[in-house]
């Protein structure tokens, strides 16, 4: 199952997840369908050198062979949360493209597992991201009350239906369609904070393996131990093919979907690097969807993550740009070409203070200051915090503007930072100081 760790994969401690913290009835049929392309996802061109305007918001999408209008996805209503900037990220499918380093990574897992495992893992990267409610949680066995759920954490579509958190959304179906070895590798979507790591928009792999009685009964180990033992020399396996000859090491933990469960890590460039999240699967999961005499183990793993490290990137907005200065850097089947940075423009630094009320989130925050800036928006941090006698608690922020293409203007960071402070007091309803 593929759930958290800073922005990678829901296998992580229970906090990690918070990191700091009917729609047309087609999005379930669609769950299981292949997602189109980037094509449907349209811009207005380069950035002018005078002032940032927003992208052109493509009106149509197309999933899985269904055109799905923008106002399906993007709805003036009280449950859906979606702005039109992710709107623009359904579809491109960084994953899938060779010459990415995020297309170069999933490859060279995919090489290792045909290696390994003789093609015996089934792979899915074309896995429509619209899912609903109950694949995203309830198949994963995620608690009716856990802060996943919330519309500070998701993006919902409508009540029933959402963009998906992890790549485990799809776990269920496929289990219940017959396949017993699977990675699954796609975009996933989690309202969160701004930073160099991390992003609303980001990928993830899942990999998942069945083991039947006479696989585990000659070992004379019962099916938990014999799972456990395969996925720890499986996953020591794919870190020595992605790092080479590092020093492992394995960090018991808790997960709700797995017992027992497992993260690895690796000692690279002089310190401990969690690489992934992992578990022999709950009998529960397996018992919902035909498997009651099986014993299965998955672990999920964040592609960014791993590629920052990996390529040297320095900030996970470089991932989404189409500068040649960066596109040019990286090669199909070249694992680990360092990236050569060519941004040297400076940062500008803006500072908006109000007073805060009970509804209050820093999600919430960063989402109107992305559905302004963009991706001009390097980090939002909270710099000061106090409550006065009267119990009124005030934030300040710092908002960082900085290009990675070009030098930016006086008048395009004011104007933008006008426009920050007029949104945050309208749509989130606080005081500005």
């Known amino acids: 199952m593929a759930f958290s760790f800073a922005q990678s994969t829901f296998f992580s401690k229970p906090s990690l997840f918070l ?10 049929s669609l769950s299981f369908s292949p997602c189109f392309s980037t094509s449907a996802v349209v811009y207005s061109g380069k950035i002018p050198h005078h002032k940032w305007r927003q992208p052109v918001v493509a009106s149509v999408l197309e ?25 623009t990220k359904l579809g491109m499918q960084l994953h899938r493209r060779d010459h990415h ?12 597992f045909d290696t390994t495992y003789s093609n015996k893992f089934d792979k899915f990267d074309n896995l429509c991201p619209i899912v609903s409610v109950k694949q995203n949680f309830d198949d994963v066995l995620v608690p009716e009350d856990h802060v996943s759920r919330s519309y500070n954490d998701t993006y919902y579509v409508d009540s029933h239906t959402v963009l998906r958190c992890h790549t485990s959304a ?26 160099s790591t991390h992003y609303p928009v980001f990928h993830q792999m899942e990999g998942f393996r069945v083991f039947n009685p006479e696989d585990w009964e000659p070992s004379g180990m019962d099916g938990t131990s014999y799972a456990a033992e395969d996925l720890k020399k499986c996953l020591e396996g794919l870190a020595r093919h992605l790092f080479g000859a590092v020093e492992m090491r394995w960090i018991d933990t808790y997960f709700p979907f797995t017992n027992p469960s497992f993260e690895l ?7 401990w690097l969690e690489v992934l999240g992992c578990g022999v699967t709950e009998q529960e999961i397996l018992r919902r969807n035909g498997r009651t005499n099986n014993v299965a183990w998955a672990f999920g793993l964040g592609l960014e993550r791993l590629a920052m490290v990996l390529f040297d990137i320095p900030d996970i907005r470089l991932f989404w740009t189409t500068d040649e200065r960066f ?7 070249q694992l680990g070409v360092k990236f050569k940075s060519f941004s040297k423009y400076p940062p500008c630094y803006k500072d908006v203070s109000f007073w805060i ?18 991706d001009l928006v390097e980090e939002v941090r909270l710099i000061d915090n106090f409550t006065n006698k009267k119990g009124r608690t005030s934030h300040c922020y710092r908002i960082a503007y900085r290009s990675m293409e070009r030098s930016l203007t ?16 309208t749509k989130l309803n606080v005081e500005l100081r």
Request: with cysteine; hydrophobic share 35%; charged share 25%.
């Open 357 to 374: 009320n009970g509804s209050f989130t820093e999600n919430n925050l960063c989402e109107v200051v992305r559905g302004i800036a963009g």
């Open 327 to 333: 596109t040019s850097q990286f090669s199909k089947g």
């Open 265 to 271: 890590e690796i000692y690279f460039q002089e310190k």
């Open 19 to 28: 990191h700091r913290n009917g729609f047309r009835s087609f999005a379930f």
């Open 410 to 425: 006086d008048e395009e960071i004011n104007d933008l930072q006008w426009s920050v402070r007029d949104q945050v007091q």
């Open 63 to 87: 999933l899985g062979g269904v055109k799905i209008a923008k106002e399906d996805v993007v709805r003036d209503d009280p449950t859906n949360n979606i702005p039109d900037s992710i709107f």
């Open 170 to 195: 799809h776990q269920a179906e496929l289990l219940r369609k017959g396949h017993t070895h699977f990675l699954v590798t796609g975009d996933v979507y989690r309202r969160d904070s701004i930073d």
């Open 101 to 112: 380093p995020l297309g170069i990574l999933k490859n060279a897992i995919y090489s290792y």
